[in-house]
């Protein structure tokens, strides 16, 4: 099994920051992709921004410019640093990592429990 532990939600002033995070532990062998989605209330959890092991990103229209996700292998950790927040950002957000285990065969992804953001205009 694998552990996702987010943390760096909150409450922030429109125009202001946060930065997430989601640490993985457990079975893994290696990290392949690793994703930030989010869920506004009665949506669909979209999703934000990819990064692949070898650093590519991409995101969605609605980030792009103001939030960078970020990988540090070592750590097996995956961040979302998020500026300029306006309150349509306001959402559960979630990480997703796609792994290789131990005698486990092919990837399998992951999902974090969750950490609010909640933006005030």
């Known amino acids: 099994q694998v552990q996702l532990v987010e943390s760096g939600g909150g409450l922030v002033q429109a125009g202001g920051s946060l930065r997430l995070s989601c640490a993985a532990s457990g079975n893994i062998l290696q990290i392949n992709s690793m994703a930030w989605y989010r869920q506004a209330p009665g949506k669909q959890r979209d999703l934000v921004a990819t990064?692949?092991?070898?650093?590519?990103?991409n995101y969605a229209d609605s980030v792009k410019g103001r939030f960078t996700i970020s990988r540090d292998n070592a750590k097996n950790t995956v961040y979302l640093q998020m500026n300029s927040l306006k309150p349509e950002d306001t959402a559960v957000y979630y990480c997703?990592?796609?792994?290789?285990?131990?005698?486990?065969?092919?990837?399998?992804?992951?999902w974090g429990q969750g950490t609010q953001v909640t933006v005030a205009s």
């Open positions: 997703n990592v796609a792994t290789f285990q131990a005698g486990i065969f092919g990837l399998r992804a992951y």
């Open positions: 990064i692949t092991s070898g650093g590519g990103t």
